[in-house]
């Protein structure tokens, strides 16, 4: 059997200096791709937020 590369997909940190209409598109595919439960989207996506994003 020949192992197949799995790419890498990382969510980016959501800063407020990045278009979040782009972050929200991105993270929706992080989430379909790792097939992250619906009840784990809220608890993934809040760490992947710093700064006044959280405020």
Request: proline letters at 4%; zero cysteines.
């Amino acid at each position: 059997l020949s192992s197949v590369n799995q790419v890498e997909m990382v969510i980016s940190v959501f800063d407020d200096e990045i278009d979040a209409y782009w972050w929200v598109l991105f993270t929706e595919k992080y989430f379909k791709q790792w097939l992250t439960p619906k009840t784990l989207k809220m608890t993934v996506a809040g760490l992947a937020m710093k700064g006044p994003t959280l405020t």
